[in-house]
Structures are given as structure tokens and as C-alpha cells.
């Protein structure tokens, strides 16, 4: 059964008690917002967030997938645009990154864990559970069991986030009740359709961060994002031959094979959204999470780019008379 919705009245932490008599408080339409996959491109769903609350844009649920479940969980729990950045700051550096990587000896299910960023998101969420977050929530991981989508909308946030951003052969899938999960791009990097599925919403603002087909594994240079020194260069070269992730190498052809997939997924999923945000950022790669200016940034952009075809969706009425639902949960884990 689809959970009622209520429109987040000026992203309060606490909504209005709803009337006595049953009806909508408002007759503010009920949007859903949907945060794709993408890896550090993820952190331009940051810059979207932050333009949406600049404009009182009523969002009264959400789903995630991947770094989308990773940046939108963070959110629904209660952490501030601010936070959001600090957070993104923290790594850095490629060295920033690494500390937050367990590595998997030996390296039969995959490279890394993910136990150690499933802990660095703990220090915010701190065992937050789906009802405790202060807006309905999904999060979308790839069930290897049934290898269909799994939605999490009960239980622990940051387990769930942890399964949805399990990158296929990079981390160690989730395993959780008997079934095994990983990165829910797998199977629905944009999962629109699920939240219809899900929610019952009025309309659908969609957040993809992924590339163009022709974009994706290009190599053109963007001067807005960095680049390594000479020095690390050559050591990348050096060891290219028993680097998995380097181009042309295993796990590379698995990502494109992978990607292909997902390109053709987003499109169609695209075209079921009322309204759809898609940054630009040139050359980019997944791990490039010292770059978190410049994609937060890129996510920004787009949003106000968006924005028009967003207050339109505002200003129209509802296209179902919703019944009215308990008020928002109050939430006050943000942390500096």
C-alpha cells in the first residue's frame, strides 16, 4: 500500500498538524524528487538540494539510488546543505579516499568491504531508521538473489545506503537476511518508475548524473577539475598492467559493459519524470571526489537551469484531492 504524503510546508523540520476534517492542508501539489547513481557525480545532487530549498520547493518524498541514496539519505535524516558540503570536503584528496577504503584479502567477491564507509556515514545517521527521517524515503539496491530492484523504505538507513552504493565488482556485496545486494544502478540508476510504484505523488522532479553516451568515456580536459601530477601519471602507467580499474583493463570493460545498460535505463526513466535535471561535467570519473566544488557546483547550475519548468509543476493543482497524513518527523542529528 502507498504511504498518504504531505507536502513539506517550508521545509520545516515540523509540518502542520493536519485539519480535524480529513482535508489537504494546502493545495500544493505533491512532488517526488529521484537521485540517480553516478559515483562523485553524485555530489552534484547537493548543488540541486540546495537550489530546491533556496525556492521552497515542496518535495514530499524521495528516492535514491547509489550515491543518490548516499547524498538524499543524508538529507531526509536531517542534515543541512552545509553539512552536506563539509562532508564532501572531508575527501580531498585521493589519500582521503583510500582511508575510507577496507580492503578485501583476498579479493574473491570484490576489492573493498565498504564496512568503513558504512561506519563514516554511522557518525551522522548514528542508527537512524527509515521512520525516523523527516520525509517518506526509498532507497533502490540490485537483489542478487532474485536479481530484480529491492526498495528499502524500513529499518537501517545507512545499511541500506551501504548495499544501494555497493559498486559491482569494486565492493563486497551486502549481504542482509539471507540475500545478497549490491549498487542498485545495476538495475535502476534512475528509479522514477519505482517511486510512482511506491509513492503516491502528483509529479516527479528527476536528478540524473550520469553522462551521455558520448560523454562518458571520453577524454577531452576540463579545466574546472584537477588533474594529477606528473609524477603520479607515471605511476599510474607503471602499474596499469595489474590495475583492474585502468582503461581497457577487467573491471573497466565491466563498467562499460555495465553503463551501456545503464544509459538505456535512464533514458526510458527519463521520460516518465515531469521534470528532468541532468548536470554537465565534461570528462569526469567516478572516483573523482576532490572535484566536489565543481560537481556540487554543476548540480546547482542545472537546478536553476530547471527552475522555470520546476514552479510551473509548483503552481499547478493537485491532480488527485490526497488525503490528508500525519505530520512530518522532527529530526535534529545535524551535526558541523
Keep these: 500500500?502507498?504511504?498518504?504524503?504531505?507536502?513539506?510546508?517550508?521545509?520545516?523540520?515540523?509540518?502542520?498538524?493536519p485539519p480535524a476534517d480529513g482535508k489537504r492542508l494546502t493545495e500544493v501539489p505533491r512532488i517526488g524528487l529521484v537521485l540517480?547513481?553516478?559515483?562523485?557525480?553524485?555530489?552534484?545532487?547537493?548543488?540541486?538540494?540546495?537550489?530546491?530549498?533556496?525556492?521552497?520547493?515542496p518535495i514530499c518524498a524521495l528516492a535514491g539510488c547509489s550515491m543518490g541514496a548516499y547524498v538524499g539519505g543524508l538529507w531526509a535524516a536531517g542534515l543541512s546543505i552545509e553539512t552536506l558540503g563539509r562532508r564532501a570536503a572531508e575527501i580531498k584528496d585521493r589519500q582521503?579516499?583510500?582511508?575510507?577504503?577496507?580492503?578485501?584479502?583476498?579479493?574473491?567477491?570484490?576489492?573493498?568491504?565498504g564496512e568503513k564507509l558504512r561506519q563514516h556515514l554511522e557518525r551522522d545517521l548514528n542508527g537512524v531508521t527509515f521512520d525516523a527521517l523527516r520525509l517518506p524515503t526509498m532507497i533502490v539496491a540490485t537483489d542478487l538473489e532474485s536479481l530484480q530492484?529491492?526498495?528499502?523504505?524500513?529499518?537501517?538507513?545507512?545499511?541500506?545506503?551501504?548495499a544501494s552504493a555497493a559498486i559491482p565488482g569494486v565492493c563486497v556485496p551486502v549481504e542482509w537476511e539471507g540475500h545478497r545486494y549490491t549498487d542498485g544502478g545495476a538495475c535502476e540508476p534512475l528509479p522514477v518508475s519505482l517511486m510512482k510504484e511506491h509513492f503516491e505523488v502528483d509529479h516527479i522532479i528527476a536528478v540524473n548524473v550520469m553522462p551521455l553516451a558520448e560523454e562518458a568515456?571520453?577524454?577531452?580536459?576540463?579545466?574546472?577539475?584537477?588533474?594529477?601530477?606528473?609524477?603520479?601519471?607515471?605511476?599510474?602507467?607503471?602499474?596499469?598492467?595489474?590495475?583492474?580499474?585502468?582503461?581497457?583493463?577487467?573491471?573497466?570493460?565491466?563498467?562499460?559493459?555495465?553503463?551501456?545498460?545503464?544509459?538505456?535505463?535512464?533514458?526510458?526513466?527519463?521520460?516518465?519524470?515531469?521534470?528532468?535535471?541532468?548536470?554537465?561535467?565534461?570528462?569526469?570519473?567516478?572516483?573523482?571526489?576532490?572535484?566536489?566544488?565543481?560537481?556540487?557546483?554543476?548540480?546547482?547550475?542545472?537546478?536553476l537551469e530547471a527552475l522555470p519548468q520546476i514552479q510551473r509543476l509548483v503552481n499547478q493543482p493537485p491532480t488527485?484531492?490526497?488525503?490528508?497524513?500525519p505530520p512530518l518527523n522532527q529530526v535534529g542529528i545535524d551535526a558541523a
Design 217 to 303: 568515456f571520453t577524454r577531452r580536459d576540463d579545466p574546472t577539475l584537477q588533474r594529477p601530477g606528473w609524477l603520479r601519471r607515471l605511476l599510474y602507467a607503471l602499474i596499469r598492467p595489474i590495475n583492474l580499474l585502468a582503461d581497457g583493463n577487467v573491471l573497466d570493460t565491466f563498467r562499460r559493459a555495465l553503463m551501456s545498460a545503464q544509459l538505456r535505463l535512464i533514458a526510458k526513466e527519463a521520460r516518465v519524470a515531469d521534470v528532468l535535471i541532468q548536470p554537465r561535467f565534461g570528462h569526469s570519473r567516478w572516483y573523482d571526489f576532490e572535484n566536489f566544488e565543481n560537481y556540487i557546483a554543476a548540480g546547482r547550475r542545472a537546478a
Design 149 to 162: 530492484a529491492h526498495v528499502f523504505k524500513t529499518g537501517n538507513v545507512a545499511r541500506a545506503i551501504h
Design 36 to 57: 540517480s547513481s553516478g559515483g562523485a557525480r553524485g555530489l552534484a545532487h547537493i548543488g540541486v538540494l540546495q537550489v530546491l530549498e533556496e525556492n521552497n520547493v
Design 320 to 325: 488527485a484531492n490526497h488525503e490528508s497524513v
Design 96 to 113: 582521503a579516499l583510500k582511508s575510507l577504503l577496507d580492503f578485501a584479502f583476498p579479493p574473491a567477491k570484490g576489492l573493498v568491504y
Design 1 to 17: 500500500m502507498k504511504p498518504k504524503l504531505q507536502p513539506n510546508a517550508g521545509w520545516g523540520r515540523i509540518a502542520p498538524e
